[in-house]
């Protein structure tokens, strides 16, 4: 079965240091990737995308995902983490561009110590 | 950028009652939208997928008649949770995608808390 997986529920980063989010996913093919961020009580923001080509992909916010096919994973990174970053954060995949019928992982929680 | 609203972003109702959530694509026609519902500490769950002028796919395990979804126009989907219980209070979230291409990723409403008491 199609599935993403986050293997960290909780991260707590301080100001300032660097930042990665696992994710690994198990699909038949590539998929389409996705990382997501949802603040308290509201929607996901859209932070980057991968679909083929450059392994390495830039996202707003600063934040930067790197494809490996042979490890099945898609790790979110931030050299310098910002206080406004605490949030939720869901990688997503789907077998279509557009991400019609995304499966999510589970989430990893975000905590930024100032 | 694309704008996916969502309304209302909160909403108590009582046990028994029935509740409707709207979704609405502001500034791009949408023939395809899709209802998530996420548990508290828990990820998105994709409910249905919501088709414009035909009947609402759902994903197995969800009650249609319980979640009755309706996409009437172009630019609008709701979702009516009839006979409310507590065990359906959630956080709902809909999107849809722009029609600019099949490369094109969901946009997402910032959600409906939902709590049946």
């Known amino acids: 079965a199609q599935s993403v997986t986050q293997p960290d529920i909780h991260i707590t980063v301080s100001e300032g240091a660097s930042l990665e989010l696992r994710c690994n996913y198990s699909y038949g093919a590539t998929p389409y990737l996705f990382w997501y961020v949802q603040s308290p009580g509201q929607g996901l923001q859209l932070l980057l995308k991968?679909?083929?080509?450059?392994?390495l992909v830039q996202g707003i916010k600063g934040f930067e995902a790197e494809f490996k096919r042979s490890q099945s994973s898609f790790n979110l990174r931030k050299p310098s983490v910002h206080w406004s970053d605490a949030a939720e954060y869901f990688c997503a995949a789907s077998i279509t561009g557009g991400g019609n019928k995304l499966t999510f992982g589970t989430g990893t929680q975000l905590k930024v110590e100032l | 950028g694309a704008v996916v609203s969502q309304h209302p972003s909160r909403v108590i109702c009582k046990s028994g009652t029935s509740v409707k959530i709207e979704c609405r694509s502001l500034?791009?026609?949408?023939?395809?939208m899709f209802w998530y519902r996420q548990f508290p500490k828990q990820s998105l769950m994709l409910m249905a997928t919501s088709n414009e002028g035909s009947k609402a796919t759902y994903e197995q395990g969800v009650e249609k008649d319980k979640f009755l979804i309706n996409h009437a126009s172009l630019t609008l989907s709701t979702l009516t949770v009839t006979s409310a219980h507590p065990e359906d209070s959630s956080f709902y979230i809909c999107?849809?995608?722009?029609?600019?291409?099949?490369?094109?990723?969901?946009?997402f409403g910032n959600g409906t808390r939902l709590t049946v008491t």
């Open positions: 999107s849809a995608r722009p029609p600019t291409g099949n490369d094109s990723p969901l946009h």
């Open positions: 991968y679909f083929s080509g450059d392994t």
């Open positions: 500034d791009f026609q949408a023939t395809t």
